[in-house]
């Protein structure tokens, strides 16, 4: 029979405005409701190089070191989202006590004149998932990164029947004859495809899909770093390392479809306008269209883009805005959260709209950015 571990004695004090950013990067990890128990939870382990936080739910593990005068050196587990629903609740500044005298007692949090007691479960019972062997390595800056997951993340299925396309597919592929690591998403009404030069160790990896939770969860932790992000995956699992935090996830066990046939490549009739102009006026007139479809009718003509909605409830609305047309005028209707969510990641002056007719595809481009390309699928208004 396995000998269990023994639930070690611990006693630190750490400064509250940095455990609080870490509860706050780990427990968001924790599901709220779990039938596994030890799930709820999340590990702390007290050592000579400061505190460790790990939480898990399975799928996703993250886990974080923060500074700490550590007197007794162990281990525990404690509520993942209580713990961090009290810290919050602290004054800023507090200096915070943690200590649990091991066995089955509870862990002592005390701050000021306030003491808590959390009841723990036994450490040896929380999972570790284990994270095999990484066939590739590479390093993102922190700035690609966040450019990668805010491109293309709007894009990912909530459909969980269509699993596969609940995540970022990211692979390494040739533009122009040029190495480049792209990040594509699509929930089959609109598509976002972006890249980058490829890194340096990534030629050659496996095709994945990251999990919409993972997506969410790395895109909190990189918000605020500088740092470059170490890379590291198989085809069944990611690693991403950077400062104190390690987050390791499974992948997407599923094929992603061939997207590149989505995309046309032979719409001819170009439209440029003024991006901030147009998501300000495609906003406005969509305020009148009914809540389910946000259906609005782009009208384009020489010179001209007219938006248009209608509903028999709220009435009718017009906006004309200039635009540059040259081809025969055209109308079409598209979905205005999802045409704005589009505009939301155009980062120049001016957006590309290649049409072809009332009934296909439109495809969006940054005029002053080559990096992208949007796809967005056409309504009935």
Partial sequence: MASRLVQVPMKLTLERTAFLKSLGHVQSVVERRNTIPILSNLRMTASAEGLGLNATDMDLEITESIPATVSQPGATTAPAHTLYDIVRKLPDGSQVELSHEGGDGPLVLRAGRSRFQLACLPVDDFPVMSPGDF????????????????RTRFAISTEETRYYLNGIFLHATEAAGQPVLRAVATDGHRLACVEIPLPEGAAGMPAVIVPRKTVTELRKL???TGMVVNVSLSEHKIRFAFDDVCLISKLIDGKFPDYERVIPTDNDKILEVARQPFAQATDRVAA????????????VAAGTLTLSASSPEAGS??????????????????????LLDILDQVKGDAVRLHLADSSSPTVLRDAADASAVYVLMPMRV
């Fill in 135 to 150: 066939s590739h390595s590479f390093v993102l800056p922190a700035a690609d990164l966040r450019a990668l997951i805010d």
């Fill in 222 to 224: 990189v918000e605020e």
């Fill in 288 to 299: 009148i269209s009914t809540e389910k479809s946000r259906a609005i009718k782009v009208a």
């Fill in 317 to 338: 609305a017009v906006e004309e805005i200039e635009a540059s047309y040259g081809a025969t005028p055209l109308e079409i209707g598209f979905n205005a959260r999802y």
